[in-house]
């Protein structure tokens, strides 16, 4: 019996060319994809932020009419 023919024997994938061009493309895909959800994160940080900023300011301006 021939292991090498069936697929049982170990084999070079790291002289795999499209091997390595798929791990790679599939690492690319997983830092596009971590970095999409870091981006959004940030952007409702942001909006957060930008509420907060508002409430601060109608705060103040309501005590500047009271006074």
């Not at 300011?57 to 006074?67: D, H």
């Amino acid at each position: 019996m021939d292991f090498e023919k069936m697929g049982c024997a170990n084999s070079k994938i790291d002289k795999n060319e499209a091997l390595c061009l798929c791990k790679e493309q599939k690492r690319f895909i997983k830092q596009t994809i971590d970095s999409s959800y870091a981006l959004a994160a940030a952007h409702v940080s942001y909006t957060q932020s930008l509420r907060n900023i508002g409430i601060a300011l109608q705060r103040y301006a309501e005590a500047e009419v009271l006074i």
